[in-house]
């Protein structure tokens, strides 16, 4: 099994900037990819960011493609996110994700599904 523990969420002004981390743990060498996605209420879950842990490639939903920027520590089995240029439609519970998507098309949303998850950090973007 695979544990994820995510950290860095908070509330932040729009325009401004948070970093959120996560932490696995357990058999997170059997997992491929590691990522992130949200979920605001009464929404879906939305797979936002992505990076495959060897090759380091990395994908991103058009809603934070120029903003978000995911990166790995792979000695430490963390991933990063760093968010810039936050607005109030970035107010979410962001959650860390862990898996094997079947191919680089579907990692995004493939995590938010099959991906083993943390409990989630709240992020809340004020106007």
């Known amino acids: 099994q695979v544990q994820l523990v995510e950290s860095g969420g908070g509330s932040v002004q729009a325009g401004g900037s948070l970093r959120l981390s996560c932490v696995g743990s357990?058999?997170?060498?059997?997992?491929?990819?590691m990522g992130w996605f949200r979920q605001a209420p009464g929404a879906q879950r939305e797979g936002i960011a992505a990076?495959?842990?060897?090759?380091?490639?990395?994908s991103y939903a058009d809603s934070v493609k120029g903003r978000f920027t995911i990166s790995r520590d792979n000695a430490e089995n963390t991933v990063h996110l760093q968010m810039n240029s936050l607005s109030p439609e970035d107010t979410a519970m962001y959650y860390c994700?862990?898996?094997?998507?079947?191919?680089?098309?579907?990692?995004?949303?493939?995590?938010?599904?099959?991906?083993?998850r943390g409990q989630g950090t709240q992020v809340t973007v004020s106007a």
């Open positions: 357990g058999d997170i060498r059997r997992t491929d990819c």
């Open positions: 994700a862990a898996g094997r998507p079947p191919n680089y098309s579907s990692t995004l949303s493939y995590l938010p599904i099959y991906g083993a």
């Open positions: 990076i495959y842990l060897n090759s380091g490639r990395t």
